[in-house]
T-cell receptor, first 111, second 114 residues
Framework: KNEVEQSPQNLTAQEGEFITINCSYS?????LHWLQQHPGGGIVSLFM???GKKKHGRLIATINIQEKHSSLHITASHPRDSAVYIC?????????????FGKGTHLIIQP | NAGVTQTPKFRILKIGQSMTLQCAQD?????MYWYRQDPGMGLKLIYY???????DKGEVPNGYNVSRSTTEDFPLRLELAAPSQTSVYFC?????????????FGQGTRLTVV
């Protein structure tokens, strides 16, 4: 079973700061997802990647398959970025049983 | 386009009561999932389905049942509610199993058992 670890668990930063959230996993995967969950809200998919780097606006996600590690970066952070960011992986074994999730990183951006 | 719709959003149950959490998707996805999210923990898979008439247990199925009579609907049944089932429940769907398949989530159902 894949173990997914995220760091930090909690992060408070000032508006405008560059944010990095890390995710590591223990077993080879076919894809990694970054998800966003606002307080009391649903879960939204931000990125899905299996290699390299993806960018959407101020968000950048990278993955290093050899090191079993991914990072989510937020440039010019804003209070509306405050949310829980969740890393999830899809195994490479061919099973249909969904994703394995990290515990999430609770991000607060202060004005 | 509604995506994945869960009802209700909130519910309080008494110990021993039963209820059904509803999940519907309008994207014609074959794969559907039920997860629970407990404070400080990652989402855990309860049950999943790869198509109408096919369901299978996930990591934490005890105390729950599911059915999948149509492609669109995947209800989760709690027969005898227990305090340990207090959690936030998420339904998700995806079109197929593949490395590049995005997952779509509902808004969640916050359940409290007292």
């Amino acid at each position: 079973k894949n173990e997914v670890e995220q760091s930090p668990q909690n992060l408070t930063a000032q508006e405008g700061e560059f944010i990095t959230i890390n995710c590591s996993y223990s077993v080879g995967i076919s894809a990694l997802h970054w998800l966003q969950q606002h307080p009391g809200g649903g879960i939204v998919s931000l990125f899905m990647l299996s290699s390299g780097k993806k960018k959407h606006g101020r968000l950048i996600a990278t993955i290093n398959i050899q090191e079993k590690h991914s990072s989510l970066h937020i440039t010019a952070s804003h209070p509306r970025d405050s949310a829980v960011y969740i890393c999830a992986v899809r195994g490479s074994g061919g099973g249909a049983d969904g994703l394995t999730f990290g515990k999430g990183t609770h991000l607060i951006i202060q004005p | 386009n509604a995506g994945v719709t869960q009802t209700p959003k909130f519910r309080i149950l008494k110990i021993g009561q039963s209820m059904t959490l509803q999940c519907a998707q309008d994207m014609n996805h074959n794969y559907m999932y039920w997860y629970r999210q407990d404070p400080g923990m990652g989402l855990k898979l309860i049950y999943y389905s790869v198509g109408a008439g096919i369901t299978d247990k996930g990591e934490v199925p005890n105390g729950y049942n599911v059915s999948r009579s149509t492609t669109e609907d995947f209800p989760l049944r709690l027969e005898l509610a227990a305090p340990s089932q207090t959690s936030v429940y998420f339904c998700a769907s995806s079109p197929r199993w593949a490395a590049n398949t995005e997952a779509f989530f509902g808004q969640g159902t916050r359940l409290t058992v007292v």
